[in-house]
């Protein structure tokens, strides 16, 4: 690692900071956006089976509440029981905003370092032809300033590759993952207040 450090030139540390930066980013998404700790299993058909029997009580909502995502949702809707759909329909939307923004974190800032991943590539390169140049000389150039010229330049822009692809890819990954876990939210949500709707009509 310390040769191809050496090798790649000063510029290289631009690029480690954003690679260290885009791991950490990747591994916090794929911990935060995990199903069993959006939508836990069987607790909407759970609270869906208490409502039918009338078995909600205002004291548990609390503890729904902080249980997860899903788990605010239901208590939002849940909450506004007694209101009409259209409050209750607001109360939730307002909800999901926040939980939209919880599950959307750090997302644009994995788009951001594929973006300019490439750019800091391509300075490091700009770097490299700037010491070949400055390591020629019409009587006869020194070839090993030459080469490490050459070196910065092939390995930043080979770096600044390498870094952009996963994190692009993961960037596309974590927003199309974002969107289904609302998606589910948004169902989940939108039946149990069908069944609020039926046992008050």
């Not at 690029?15 to 998404?29: K, P, V, W, Y």
């Not at 939508?39 to 089976?49: F, K, T």
């Not at 330049?153 to 993961?170: D, E, H, K, R, S």
């Amino acid at each position: 690692m310390l040769t191809l450090i050496h090798a790649a030139g000063w510029p290289i540390w631009f690029l480690l900071a954003c690679s260290i930066l885009a791991l950490g980013l990747i591994l916090e998404r794929l911990l935060a956006l995990r199903s069993k700790r959006i939508l836990p299993a069987g607790l909407a058909r759970q609270i869906n089976e208490l409502t039918a029997q009338n078995r909600i009580q205002d004291d548990s909502l609390p503890r729904l509440y902080d249980n997860s995502p899903l788990g605010r949702v239901l208590a939002t809707v849940l909450k506004h029981r007694h209101q009409t759909p259209a409050l209750r329909e607001a109360a939730v939307e307002a909800e999901g905003k926040d939980i939209s923004y919880q599950l959307n974190k750090y997302i644009p800032a994995l788009g951001t370092i594929a973006v300019i991943a490439p750019l800091l590539g391509l300075f490091g390169t700009v770097i490299g032809m700037i010491d070949i140049f400055a390591a020629y000389d019409p009587a006869g150039g020194d070839p090993s300033l030459i080469a490490r010229g050459i070196s910065v330049a092939l390995y930043n822009t080979a770096l600044g590759i390498l870094i952009a692809v996963p994190a692009m890819i993961f960037h596309r990954y974590f927003r199309s993952r974002a969107d289904y876990l609302l998606h589910c939210l948004e169902s989940e949500a939108g039946t149990l207040d069908r069944l609020l709707s039926q046992r008050a009509a």
